[in-house]
T-cell receptor, first 116, second 114 residues
């Protein structure tokens, strides 16, 4: 079955440490995205990538870094510079839009990061 | 600047009745709109979508209405079922020009009471 896998499901980090969240998809999707969800808030875009070896900052990229060395993988690193990293992180992927269609996203099941 | 807004953070409805969720947007370049459903500790799942060339799209119990002049869309769920209890996100896209990037609203939590 094709899908998008995030790991781990729960992650604890000490203050001052970097941590990397994994996201892998076998849907052959071109684009991948990282969103953050805070309690009572919507989804905010951190980074996205439309093609291998290329990515763009989203609305809240500060304190985060990504890489896209393979089409299937889009790991997110939460650095010590991120002031409030405790949140639920969602990875998504999609086919790049054609001229007049948009296929929407397939989401992973998320990683809950807690800073202790 | 929040380009997609869901002004009702929560909604409670009796089983069998209609649930109406609203969403407003400010960017007139948006041309495709989607609704996602999310359960706690899970990723959102696609529910229904509508293109800006249409004003209504129906899929079973779910219907989405689009009013372009008012920059407003709504999701109707009828009849509502207890399994519909979840958070619903409205999302908008500018299509290929923006690389398929979706902008999400803040979500509406729906509680369907048996």
């Amino acid at each position: 079955d094709g899908g998008i896998t995030q790991s781990p499901k729960y992650l604890f980090r000490k203050e001052g440490q970097n941590v990397t969240l994994s996201c892998e998809q076998n849907l052959n999707h071109d684009a991948m995205y990282w969103y953050r969800q805070d309690p009572g808030q919507g989804l905010r875009l951190i980074y996205y990538s439309q093609i291998v070896n290329d990515f763009q900052k989203g609305d809240i990229a500060e304190g985060y870094s990504v890489s896209r060395e393979k089409k299937e993988s889009f790991p997110l690193t939460v650095t010590s510079a991120q002031k409030n990293p405790t949140a639920f992180y969602l990875c998504a992927s999609s086919i790049m839009a054609r001229v007049s269609t948009n296929y929407g996203y397939t989401f992973g099941s998320g990683t809950r990061l807690t800073v202790v | 600047d929040q380009q997609v807004k869901q002004n009702s953070p929560s909604l409670s409805v009796q089983e069998g009745r209609i649930s109406i969720l609203n969403c407003d947007y400010t960017n007139s370049m948006f041309d495709y709109f989607l609704w996602y459903k999310k359960y706690p500790a899970e990723g959102p799942t696609f529910l229904i979508s509508i293109s800006s060339i249409k004003d209504k799209n129906e899929d079973g119990r779910f219907t989405v209405f689009l009013n372009k002049s008012a920059k407003h869309l709504s999701l109707h769920i009828v009849p509502s079922q207890p399994g519909d209890s979840a958070v619903y996100f409205c999302a908008a896209s500018r299509g290929k020009a923006a690389g398929n990037k979706l902008t999400f609203g803040g979500g509406t939590r729906v509680l369907v009471k048996p």
